[in-house]
Every structure is written in structure tokens, then in C-alpha cells.
């Protein structure tokens, strides 16, 4: 956060990292709202984002306009069609 900070203000990159934590923990709801208003194209699911959310669902291959482009045994990445959120 602290490079985002510096570069955009810490207020603003702190709002962008609950929508980040939104993205990965909220609701399909929270998440559409948030892949749209950061205009979203890809989803990066790694052992960071496993760690860091461990309670998590993280198939966002579930979600209408989101679909699993790779996958290997660490890491998905998922494509974000905002037409179809």
C-alpha cells in the first residue's frame, strides 16, 4: 500500500484496497460492483491471495462475465467480460 499511497494519496489507496478485499471477500453483488468501478479485466487467484483470504470462495469462474483463462497449480487467472457483469 505504501507505493499506492505515495502515488495516489494514502486516503485514496486505502479505499482501493477495501475494494480489492471487497473483490475477493464480498458478496457476487460487492464484487461485480467493484470489478465495474475499477473497470476490471483480469483476476489474479495465487498464493497471496490464498493466504490473505483463506475463508474465502475464490472460483470466480461461478460468475456470469467471469471465466478461468489459466490455471496451473498455484495460480487462476480469471477474465472479466464487463458486458456481461
Not at 60 to 67: D, H, I, K, L
Amino acid at each position: 500500500m505504501y507505493q499506492e499511497g505515495a502515488y495516489r494519496g494514502y486516503d485514496v489507496a486505502e479505499l482501493r484496497e477495501q475494494d480489492v478485499d471487497l473483490i475477493y471477500t464480498g458478496t457476487w453483488s460487492d464484487r461485480a460492483e467493484n470489478l465495474r468501478k475499477h473497470d476490471v479485466t483480469y483476476v489474479y487467484v495465487g498464493p497471496v491471495e490464498r493466504e490473505t483470504y483463506p475463508n474465502a470462495d475464490l472460483n470466480f469462474a461461478q460468475y456470469p462475465g467471469v471465466e478461468r483463462v489459466f490455471e496451473n497449480d498455484g495460480v487462476t487467472i480469471y477474465r472479466v467480460d464487463q458486458s456481461e457483469l
